[in-house]
């Protein structure tokens, strides 16, 4: 009988235990869209590494910049639903990526300061005030620069030839998921509005 009684639902996943802060953190990795952008910015940046590393670091001061002035406005801006501009995003990112191709630096910073606003925009936690929902926004923020500036990171040291081909192959691999789905995205909006 206890089993049919509903629980209280929650935008963000409430994960008992782990505080605000780690539910915060979890967010962006357990969001598919935010989480397709952050790791196509992070291959995409981490191929730019070995030949401009000024252009790879000021692509992730922009990533950082943009969390930090976004997060605390997700209210102010409506808590905004960020997930096909992220898609958008990953498609580019990911493209971009598996072509191989040196971006210019504003450009990559461009790119960069734009998926970090979309991550924070869309990682408000709803229905948390005071003290818990600053610990959450903290924890996107951290976790949200940290996945993408580890992987460019570890891309821009690999040095076998193999990883390179395998950054290609995981930027398309994103590129065609961020795709699908933005496709069936605008077929279920046909649909719908037919």
């Known amino acids: 009988m206890a089993a049919a009684l509903p ?6 996943d409430v994960i008992p235990g782990i505080g605000a802060f780690g539910n915060g953190a979890l967010h962006p990795l357990a969001t598919p869209a935010q989480l397709m952008a952050l790791l196509a910015l992070g291959l995409l940046v981490g191929q730019h590494r070995p030949a401009s590393t000024a252009a790879a670091t000021a692509a992730l001061l922009a990533l950082m910049v943009a969390l930090m002035v976004c997060l605390p406005m997700h209210r102010v801006a409506g808590d905004p639903d960020t997930e096909r501009l992220l898609l958008g995003l990953a498609f580019v990112l990911g493209a971009a990526t598996a072509a191989a191709r040196s971006l210019p630096a504003p450009l990559l910073a461009l790119l960069a300061a734009a998926t970090g606003a979309a991550v924070a925009l869309g990682s408000g936690p709803e229905g948390v005030d005071g003290q818990d929902r600053w ?9 949200s620069w940290l996945a993408s500036s580890t992987l460019a990171t570890l891309v821009g040291l690999a040095r076998p030839p193999w990883l390179g081909i395998a950054v290609r192959v995981l930027g398309s691999w994103i590129a065609a998921a961020a795709l699908l789905v933005l496709a069936l995205a605008a077929a279920l909006l046909r649909r719908g509005g037919a």
């Open 7 to 12: 629980l209280p639902a929650h935008a963000h």
């Open 135 to 143: 610990l959450m926004l903290a924890g996107s923020g951290l976790a």
